[in-house]
């Protein structure tokens, strides 16, 4: 049972759509903007719960739901125009607004060039970065019309460091990346930004524990990356956009202690964390 939703909250009156957020670090970033008091839309293909993919849209809906906040559960392709429009437009209908969008959406492929098949380098372009596209075109115009907008991508900072294994995903973050770059400079003067976010180490989720990159021991709890998004989105658009995130840097500049930062390990600090890119470790 999660914790009764807060009756003071930052994100009261807002209205917010995380894209890929029937588990995972989809579900961690949904639940905490409920609990920031804005109104969730919950969306991904998962409509049922199985063995090998645990949760629903339905299922985290109804998890914020009955802590008191305020959710629906939408279908959603992302790579289906018709689907995209069908739930900014459920959005808007249900909840008057959209001035939150969460591109978390992902597919994924950590195999090295050789072994990554055209199909699969396929379908992550077309899920993370024409899906991320998709989506941002289609909230853009009610978040230009309410003269406020939050769109985050869960993409990298732009970089050259080489990542073996990680090719052809990578190219697909760092188009997210770029996308959200160029948002940013279009629509500042309309009060809606753009900025992407990432962790510097490794996160609990499917894809950590499936692919066995690294353990327990080496993970953080994906509510480092819900609080850095709370961080975000509570700030007004113009005075935070056009960044690229990382998740510890960015809550140590507004004002987390190392013993908060400490906190998200979920064995506590490794003697020597995992960190996902060189830039990473000079930004600690």
């Known amino acids: 049972m999660l914790p009764a939703m807060s009756s003071t909250s930052t994100l009261e009156g807002r209205v917010a759509v995380v894209t890929g957020s029937s588990r995972g670090i989809g579900r961690a970033m949904a639940i905490r903007l409920a609990r920031g008091g804005a109104a969730v839309v919950v969306t991904g293909k998962s409509e049922h719960s199985t063995e090998k993919l645990p949760g629903s849209i339905h299922s985290v809906a109804e998890e914020i739901t009955a802590a008191g906040g305020r959710a629906i559960a939408v279908h959603l392709d992302v790579r289906k125009e018709e689907d995209v ?132 021991s080496q993970w953080r709890s994906p509510d480092i990356l819900s609080d850095a998004l709370m961080e975000i989105v509570s700030s007004e658009p113009r005075g935070l956009t056009g960044r690229q995130l990382l998740d510890e840097p960015f809550l140590r500049e507004r004002g987390w202690t190392q013993e908060q930062l400490d906190a998200y390990w979920l064995e506590g600090p490794p003697a020597e964390p995992v960190f996902i890119d060189g830039r990473a470790r000079s930004a600690m």
């Open 85 to 216: 429009a069908a739930m900014v437009q459920r959005t808007v209908d249900e909840f008057g607004r959209l001035d939150i969008l969460v591109n978390n959406a992902g597919a994924l492929w950590w195999k090295p060039v050789l072994e990554t098949p055209l199909k699969r380098y396929d379908l992550m372009w077309e899920v993370n970065v024409r899906g991320a596209f998709l989506c941002s075109q289609h909230a853009l115009a009610h978040m230009i019309r309410s003269g406020f907008g939050h769109i985050v991508m869960c993409s990298p900072p732009i970089g050259t460091e080489p990542n073996p294994g990680y090719v052809a995903y990578m190219t697909t973050k760092m188009g997210m990346t770029r996308l959200g770059i160029g948002i940013a400079a279009e629509h500042g003067n309309d009060n809606v930004a753009c900025n992407s976010l990432w962790p510097v180490t490794l996160i609990e989720s499917l894809a950590t524990i499936n692919y066995a990159v690294g353990d327990r």
